[in-house]
């Protein structure tokens, strides 16, 4: 009698076991389902044509310069002015602009050397001025950024 009843339940242990070892891959298949690509998707809104491998250097820094500025011809300007054309641009002059007094008075016409020492720290090169950025003092990254301003507000 004993003996028939111990082997009644073991059809349902191994079901038992079963369906947990069945549960717990399940649970395993659910985790892993995460890809963060937050990345990309930052930096494909700064430049939607090109893919994140394709950034030239100088596009890269410039990132942390579009949230202030663009580039093109005829957009707007944002909280600091429109680049377009600052080769050779006098310093405080786009039109629909309000710059600083200090930026206004500095007589600057913009050039590679110019603009190598703003980007080095605003701040020191026209005091005043109302940008609002820290300063590249790398002297590569200098280059790559000027390289890219001057094909991109030609
Ligand atoms: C937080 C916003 C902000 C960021 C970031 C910023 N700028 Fe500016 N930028 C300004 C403002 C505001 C002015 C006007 C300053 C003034 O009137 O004193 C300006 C002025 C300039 C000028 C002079 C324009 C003119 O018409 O004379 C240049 C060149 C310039 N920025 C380049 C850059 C570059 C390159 C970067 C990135 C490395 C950058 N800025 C980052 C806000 C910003």
Redesign the pocket.
């Known amino acids: 009698m004993k003996r028939l009843t111990k082997n009644k339940y073991v059809p349902l242990i191994k079901i038992l076991l079963l369906l947990t070892v069945f549960i717990y891959s399940c649970i395993d298949k659910t985790e892993k389902k995460e890809t963060p690509i937050y990345e990309e998707a930052v930096l494909n809104e700064t430049d939607k044509k090109e893919p994140i491998k394709k950034l030239s250097a100088g596009a890269k820094?410039?990132i942390?310069?579009a949230?202030?500025?663009n580039l093109k011809k005829g957009e707007p300007n944002?909280?600091?002015?429109n680049?377009n054309g600052?080769f050779g641009?006098?310093?405080?002059?786009?039109e629909g602009?309000?710059?600083?007094d200090?930026?206004?008075v500095s007589n600057?016409v913009?050039d590679e050397n110019h603009?190598r020492n703003?980007?080095e720290k605003?701040s020191d090169y026209?005091p005043?001025?109302?940008?609002?950025?820290i300063g590249?003092a790398n002297k590569e990254q200098q280059d790559a950024?000027i390289k890219y301003?001057k094909e991109e507000t030609k």
Not at 97 to 100: A, D, V
Not at 128 to 133: D, I, N
């Open positions: 820094l410039f942390q310069c949230a202030c500025h944002k909280v600091g002015p680049l600052i641009r006098k310093a405080g002059s786009y602009f309000i710059y600083s200090a930026l206004k600057i913009w603009i703003w980007l605003p026209i005043g001025t109302t940008m609002a950025f590249i950024l301003l």
